[in-house]
């Protein structure tokens, strides 16, 4: 069965930088899309970036285009996303999800069991 | 950016009851590959999101088959037939065809 464990959450100042991990096991790590999404604490989920299979292609919430990038390493079967200018905004709980579609984008199947990123002075 | 959106927004249900959900989408879900992309997900208190459903009526493996989803275009359903104590949380449509993905705003469903 696929597992994401997320890593890399943690208290950051506004304007300043995190990155956060994802090392996924339990399937083909380079035949699937994977995203992440948060959730803001009491609130809706909220997807925040995803990446095809092989890097080419990525996408972003408008809420994060400029600042967030997602990137990934086959080789380490690991997941990533570079945040800067860090908002306060962007406290949230961080999720790292597989797309349910081999070699496409369509679905969020597996879930990780998140990392909290609090952005405050 | 397509939006979704879900009603109602709370449900309080009697056990062994019926539950429907519905979710609407700004624009059509259907894919050019002929797919319709529309999943639902649970999410339990304190815990990660779970996927039910997807491609609007394909149950994931392990899901209770008193849930059930349909629909088509722009309207889809969920519907839980007989409510148990574990159902309680919040549901999530979510539509996969279009970049960004988007969510419905949720529905809390809890035990009358």
């Known amino acids: 069965e696929a597992q994401l464990v997320e890593s890399g959450g943690g208290l950051g100042q506004p304007g300043r930088s995190l990155r956060l991990s994802c090392v996924a096991s339990?399937?083909?790590?380079?035949?699937?899309?994977l995203h992440w999404v948060r959730q803001a604490p009491g609130k809706g989920l909220e997807w925040v970036s995803g990446?095809?299979?092989?890097?080419?292609?990525?996408g972003y919430a408008d809420s994060v285009k400029g600042r967030f990038t997602i990137s990934r390493d086959n080789a380490k079967n690991s997941l990533y996303l570079q945040m800067n200018s860090l908002r306060t905004e962007d406290t949230a709980l961080y999720y790292c999800?597989?797309?349910?579609?081999?070699?496409?984008?369509?679905?969020?199947?597996?879930w990780g069991q998140g990392t909290l990123v609090t952005v405050s002075s | 950016d397509v939006v979704m959106t879900q009603s109602p927004l709370s449900l309080p249900v009697t056990l062994g009851q019926p539950a429907f959900i519905s979710c609407r989408s700004s624009?059509?879900?259907?894919?050019?590959?002929?797919?319709?992309?529309l999943s639902w997900f649970q999410q339990r208190p304190g815990q990660s999101p779970r996927r039910l459903i997807y491609k609007v009526s394909n149950r994931d493996s392990g899901v209770p088959d008193r849930f059930s989803g349909s629909g088509s275009g722009i309207d889809f359903t969920l519907k839980i037939s007989r409510v148990e104590a574990e159902d309680v949380g919040v549901y999530y449509c979510m539509q996969g065809t279009h970049w960004p993905f988007t969510f419905g705003p949720g529905t809390k469903v809890d035990i009358k």
């Open positions: 339990g399937f083909t790590f380079d035949d699937y899309a």
């Open positions: 624009q059509s879900l259907v894919h050019s590959d002929g797919n319709t992309y």
């Open positions: 990446i095809s299979w092989n890097g080419v292609t990525t």
């Open positions: 999800a597989k797309d349910g579609c081999s070699g496409g984008s369509c679905s969020l199947s597996n």
